[in-house]
């Protein structure tokens, strides 16, 4: 949608492209080309048996990039979008002009925190649960996909946004042919891997610092990754960086606060001193 340089919207869990539906169309207005995308394992994207690492994910992103005839693109990331979005910044520096991390800790910074702080460590055993093999998946899908509805409420401070239109689609994303066990293999591979070799592997190359300007958006109630956790990202940032956090807003800022971001992140965007022109 659009024309101008690329930015790329990336959703996180349980969502799909439809949580950018307010960006898209502001964003483009702008004077930029605006896309979104069913990551790996969602949607109409493809549902691969494994590839949901972030290697593998991160490189999904920039050839999408590629394919669009782009040399790079500004991400704009929730959840798991946002932590794609960090990995891009080491693992694919030029195919990314800046970042806006929402919902979403560099992914050294998560990785500390559930080691070392008891409070982050509690807020994501629910995460931890859907290591469970079969189980999850099929609560998932269970009445019309209703635990999707269920996460959507449960992780938000305020619901105003879950309309029962935006909830039915949410769910008929989840019932898609295998979305439901490939979803979950985001988590399970992050928690699986903090201590195996290719998660080893993998927060050695996120040592490196990232150079492409970073705006970081949290809600101040998130009870799955709390604020306290995102706010030590910038140790890992020696670009410009930026630090927003929403009062009474949970996990998912960008329809919570829909109104406010939408204006904010196209804003962001638009400013010369917030990308990398190559």
Request: hydrophobic share 40%; with cysteine; net charge neutral.
């Amino acid at each position: 949608m659009g024309e101008g340089p690329l930015v790329v919207c990336l959703h996180g869990f349980p969502q799909y492209w439809y949580a950018w539906r307010k960006y898209l169309p502001q964003i483009a207005a702008a004077g930029f080309t605006a896309v979104a995308m069913d990551l790996r394992g969602y949607g109409g994207s493809d549902h691969p048996p494994d590839g949901y690492n972030p290697y593998t994910l991160s490189a999904d992103v920039a050839g999408v990039i590629a394919v669009l005839g782009y040399e790079d693109a500004a991400v704009v990331g929730h959840g798991w979008g946002g932590q794609i979005g960090w990995t891009m910044t080491t693992a694919h520096p030029k195919s990314i002009r800046n970042l806006v991390a929402i919902s979403a800790p560099h992914p050294r910074r998560l990785r500390e925190s559930l080691i070392k702080q008891r409070g982050q460590l509690k807020a994501t055993l629910e995460r931890f649960m859907m290591q469970i093999p079969w189980w999850t998946e099929r609560t998932l899908r269970a009445g019309d996909a209703i635990e999707v509805e269920k996460i959507l409420r449960r992780w938000s401070r305020s619901t105003g946004w879950l309309t029962p239109e935006v909830a039915g689609n949410y769910r008929a994303a989840m019932k898609v042919l295998d979305t439901a066990h490939c979803s979950l293999e985001y988590a399970r591979w992050a928690t699986r891997s903090l201590y195996r070799t290719d998660g080893i592997n993998y927060f050695k190359l996120m040592s490196e610092p990232t150079t492409v300007p970073v705006l970081q958006i949290h809600g101040q109630k998130d009870r799955l990754v709390l604020a306290e956790t995102a706010r030590g990202s910038d140790e890992y940032v020696s670009g410009r960086y930026e630090f927003l956090g929403l009062p009474d807003v949970g996990h998912f800022p960008h329809e919570e606060a829909a109104d406010e971001l939408v204006g904010l992140v196209t804003n962001w965007l638009s400013q010369p001193a917030n990308r990398i022109d190559r």
